[in-house]
């Protein structure tokens, strides 16, 4: 989120995602002197963007965002979700984790599989210290097409491509799922009661390409194209 885009009230922020607005839902907090944060109060607070070009890409994809959970949960949260197309949660173990779901050739329905990653470690919930958090997807790689990085390291990725029923493995020759529907960010599409996310958000970027970060020694993060 960029704080030039949120006027200092309000329930908008406008071009949130390109040329996508976001609609805060419930009260969520997002003012210019929590440094442009969106905070979740883990009840009904979210926000959601319309189905667009940049939130529904099929092929190359990348997700960033810093997250502060106000504590470990003892439900998994929704960090953001797109209905049978991608999924980013926290579990009760404080580890983060993907789903993506490969093309199924067929109307999306929510029994298809998904890949799934998780991080191996868990990322700090004490509602002061961000963690980095980056998911990329390349569709014509044979192994790791999904990868799940923490804080610049690789924590998980997909294994080699396979065809259908496997949650580890990418299907062959196959694009990311493409289901018309919104962009929630702090809870499921299903309005799940226990999978509100209660903490703060910021920096949320979606890309259409590929990015690899990186942790200097002084730990700041860069991003670059994978050559």
């Keep these: 989120a960029n704080k030039k885009s949120y006027t200092g009230s309000g329930a908008l922020l406008s071009e949130m995602i390109s040329d996508l607005d976001g609609t805060l839902v419930n009260g969520v907090s997002f003012e210019l002197n929590n440094n442009g944060a969106l905070s979740f109060d883990g009840t009904n607070d979210y926000m959601e963007l319309a189905d667009g070009t940049y939130t529904q890409p099929t092929t190359d994809f990348s997700i960033s965002f810093h997250v502060t959970p106000d504590s470990?949960?003892?439900?998994?949260?929704?960090?953001?979700?797109?209905l049978n197309e991608y999924q980013i949660e926290l579990n009760?173990?404080?580890?983060?984790?993907?789903?993506?779901f490969p093309d199924t050739e067929t109307t999306p329905t929510t029994s298809d599989i998904p890949v799934e990653l998780k991080s191996s470690t868990s990322i700090n919930c004490d509602g002061t210290s961000p963690t980095h958090v980056a998911v990329t997807l390349d569709t014509t790689l044979k192994y790791g097409n999904v990868k799940l990085y923490i804080d610049g390291k690789i924590e998980d990725q997909s294994g080699?491509?396979?065809t259908e029923g496997s949650k580890n493995n990418w299907i062959l020759d196959r694009n990311?799922?493409?289901h018309t529907g919104k962009l929630y960010i702090g809870r499921d599409s299903a309005a799940t009661s226990t999978a509100y996310y209660s903490g703060k958000l910021e920096e949320l970027t979606l890309y259409n390409h590929i990015l690899i970060p990186l942790t200097p020694r002084d730990q700041t993060h860069t991003f670059i194209k994978p050559v």
């Design 176 to 178: 990311l799922e493409n």
């Design 72 to 82: 470990l949960p003892s439900n998994n949260k929704t960090i953001l979700h797109k």
């Design 160 to 162: 080699l491509k396979k």
């Design 92 to 100: 009760t173990n404080g580890q983060i984790t993907v789903k993506m």
